[in-house]
């Protein structure tokens, strides 16, 4: 055997294994194909999509009505301008957060100022 010879028998092996890492890498890109395309593709029906709007529209309404009675409620406790001051002066908040806890605790001072530290 030639010097020539065991060259292009070292070489053919070079080729030889540079041909079964893409064999390798094959298989898992198959693996890879048959998980991705296991999604199943279906049609949104215009009924469901008009549902689903409605439901939310609904919920909304509701969120806004129970809001506009909170307020409705808050407005009516009674607080004394007093309290809002000391609540404005202790916590440096403004003058409306401090009404709206106040009112919120039914004019309890105490509780307020609770609410406000923790």
Same mark, same amino acid.
């Given at each position: ?31 890879? !194909?048959? +998980?991705?395309?296991? =999604?199943? %593709?279906? @049609? #949104? ?8 709007? &409605? ?26 301008? !007093?309290? +809002?001051?000391?609540? =404005?002066? %202790?916590? @440096? #908040? ?8 106040? &009112? ?15």
């Amino acid at each position: 055997m030639s010097a020539e010879e065991e060259i292009t028998e070292t070489n053919g092996d070079e080729s030889g294994n540079k041909a079964k890492k893409p064999g390798k890498y094959d298989s898992s890109a198959a693996d890879l !194909e048959k +998980v991705t395309d296991f =999604v199943e %593709e279906t @049609e #949104i029906a215009p009924q469901d999509i008009g549902e689903a709007i &409605r439901v939310a529209n609904d919920e909304n309404q509701k969120l806004s009505v129970a809001k506009k009675e909170m307020e409705k409620e808050l407005s009516k406790v009674k607080i004394t301008k !007093e309290d +809002v001051d000391l609540i =404005v002066h %202790e916590m @440096e #908040i403004t003058r409306n957060l401090a009404e709206r806890k106040l &009112r919120e605790h039914r004019g309890n001072v105490v509780e307020a100022l609770i609410e406000l530290t923790n």
